[in-house]
């Protein structure tokens, strides 16, 4: 057992590597840890490389692995072979600097389950992106917060380099192909303090970044996994109010004789009231211990409000000249997009 290991992917990374390896070694300096290099048999030989360091180092193993398997599972793997208490995860190329794991290791040794490297807490910054990467990252690190609300504490949810014990993810199911570890544990870890610490994402030194767009739609995929899928139970649920409304609708009106613009009074009211509850009791089983007849009540104020926005943004596309059935389809699917945020963030708020 060693108090903390330190994994580290590295594709066609040699000539980051050997600086890498230093910066570590000094900033880990007289501490307990060992480093582990999990390589994919990279065509610029980072795999020799790495041997060649980690024969200059008795507390650094490399795993090789016959080709590009991608970058979870080199994580995963790197995690088999790692003895250590904590377990630590960091790239190779220099963007991650390694001096944050001293502070980093500190901060886990003073208590904190999970230490995060972050961007985006006071002093942290990124440098030299493009307009056009910031607004991606931002978006994707909202996303993180809207469909995974037990993440909103954590302003960096989708870094890449950070500590946990191990403890944390034992038992966890941690066993999927392409994702971001560490909302993955995050999510399924068990864990109480969450600490960021602050570094500046460099640009590259040399070599390329491997991820693109692909990146974007495993991501997506993970979210919904991890979410249990929300989104599309959600959806589902507004699919079934269409046919609750009708259903109430045409019985009222057929069967009782109900004038119809009073009929539509009370299957609206219906189709509100059978969506909550399949809401309620499906889709977010078990979220939050606000009183339920308090949760109807701001159900309601957000239906309002997401039709609100359907038709706000039905009148402004129509008014730009759009096809009146495609300024509704969109109109819907806005207001429907509103209706699911709020949903998420103030009718069944994550406590
Ligand atoms: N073994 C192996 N196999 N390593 C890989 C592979 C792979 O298929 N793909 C990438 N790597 C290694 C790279 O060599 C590097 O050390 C690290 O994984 C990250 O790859 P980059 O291509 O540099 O990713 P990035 O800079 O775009 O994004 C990184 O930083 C983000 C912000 O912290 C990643 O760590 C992201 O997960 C993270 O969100
Ligand atoms: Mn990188």
Redesign the pocket.
Known sequence: MVKLSII??????AE?LAELVRGIFSALEGSDFELIV???N?PDG?GKLADELASQHKNMAVVH?PG????G??ILDGLNVARGEIIG?M???L??PPEVLRLMLERAEEGADIVV?S?YVEGGSVEGWSLLRRIISRGALWLSHLFLPQTKNVK?T????FLFKRDVIRGASIDVKDF?LLLEILVKGRYEKVVEVPYT?RS?AA?????GSR?IFSYVKQLLRLSEYRILKFMAVGASGLVVNNGILWLLVSSFGLFPLLAEIFSIESSIISNFVLNNFWTFKGRTSERFSYRLLKYHGSVILGALVNYAVFALLLSIGLHILVANTIGILLGFIFNYFLSETFVWKWL
């Open positions: 580290v992917p590295t594709y066609n990374e980051n999990v390589d994919d990279s980072t692995r590009k398997l991608g970058l599972t080199a995860v790239d190779a190329d963007q991650h490297a961007r960096d989708l870094s890449g380099c971001k994402f590259r070599g390329k970044s491997k991820l990146q």
